[in-house]
């Protein structure tokens, strides 16, 4: 089974993501944000997990879950990435400090890059484009990693296509 897994900060758009290329009506599990950052930005997070599923065109079908993004809920990224293939990590451009968010996550979810694969999406620069591809680059360049980064509309399910099929690109090289 071909898993791929979600991530990054709350409203970086992984429901929506997941929402946008799932061939089923994507499964959501959706609370009021406890925290006051979270009141701010938006009414509801998701709790446990997004699932959704996409049939790819050698009708291999890749299922989606999108992991819960408040820390609260931490002790679930584990037990999702089990089985996991790789990761898709977004970012928030429109948050305080989303570079920083992007070095997090990759060290939250580093032993699962490690044995897998990531690409890197960046939402919402429409919003606020404080920040450009580049400086998540440099950061990257910093931390010592060379991942696909695209800049990414979650509404658009092309844009969401691309991640996929870039992640899918990666675990084929590292398998070659
Ligand atoms: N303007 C804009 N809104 C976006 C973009 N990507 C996602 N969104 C919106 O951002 C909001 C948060 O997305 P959501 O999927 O709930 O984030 P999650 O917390 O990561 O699951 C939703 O209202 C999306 O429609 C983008 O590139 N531009
Ligand atoms: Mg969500």
């Known amino acids: 089974m071909d898993k791929i897994i979600f991530t990054g900060p709350m409203g970086a758009g992984k429901t929506t993501a997941i ?19 979270g009141q701010a930005r938006k009414e509801t997070t998701t709790v446990a997990m997004d699932y959704g599923y996409f049939t790819l065109d ?3 079908r ?3 879950y999108g992991t819960p ?12 990435t089990q089985g996991g293939i790789g990761l898709v990590l977004l970012l928030d451009n429109a948050r305080p400090t989303p570079v920083e968010d992007m070095a997090f996550y990759l060290d939250a979810f580093r032993e ?11 939402t919402r620069m429409d919003v606020n484009n404080q920040f450009s591809l580049d400086d998540y680059r440099d950061k990257l360049f910093e931390l010592g990693h060379i991942y696909p980064l695209f800049e990414v509309d979650a ?4 844009d969401v296509k691309i991640l996929i099929h870039a992640l899918l690109a990666i675990l084929q090289a590292n398998m070659e």
């Open 19 to 37: 929402a946008s290329i799932s061939e089923i009506p994507p499964i959501a599990t959706e609370v009021r944000c406890s925290d006051e950052e």
């Open 69 to 80: 993004g408040q820390e609260r809920f931490n002790y679930m990224w584990t037990i999702l």
């Open 155 to 158: 509404r658009q399910a092309e």
């Open 58 to 60: 050698d009708s291999v």
């Open 112 to 122: 699962f890059i490690e044995t897998t694969g990531v690409v890197i999406g960046v």
């Open 62 to 64: 890749v299922h989606l």
